[in-house]
Nanobody, 112 residues
């Protein structure tokens, strides 16, 4: 069983920055990532990082967001810079082990 605890969401003005953290309990976690869901939209991948450090990003966040991971702490981070109002969403941490696990989500609101 894997449990995920997210932190770091909040309200920020456009152009600002936020850093999300997700601490995972449990073992045998492979890739970890962040997804987001805006009101009325489907959940979408934001960024993903494997245990080996390979990353992939949604086109909409490339160059602005950076995902990183501390394997020793089983923690994944999402540094979000140059935030835009369209980044407003609930951000969910995801961990891939024998099955996929989800955090409860943290709200990010970007005001214009």
């Amino acid at each position: 069983q894997v449990q995920l605890v997210e932190s770091g969401g909040g309200l920020v003005q456009a152009g600002g920055s936020l850093r999300l953290s997700c601490a995972a309990s449990g073992r045998s976690i492979n890739a970890m990532g962040w997804y987001r869901q805006a009101p009325g939209k489907q959940r979408e991948l934001v960024a993903r990082i494997t245990s080996g450090g390979s990353t992939n990003y949604a086109d909409s966040v490339k160059g602005r967001f950076t995902i990183s991971r501390d394997n020793a702490k089983n923690t994944v981070y999402l540094q979000m810079n140059s935030l835009k109002p369209e980044d407003t969403a609930v951000y969910y941490c995801n961990a891939e082990a024998t099955m996929r696990y989800w955090g409860k989500g943290t709200l990010v609101t970007v005001s214009s």
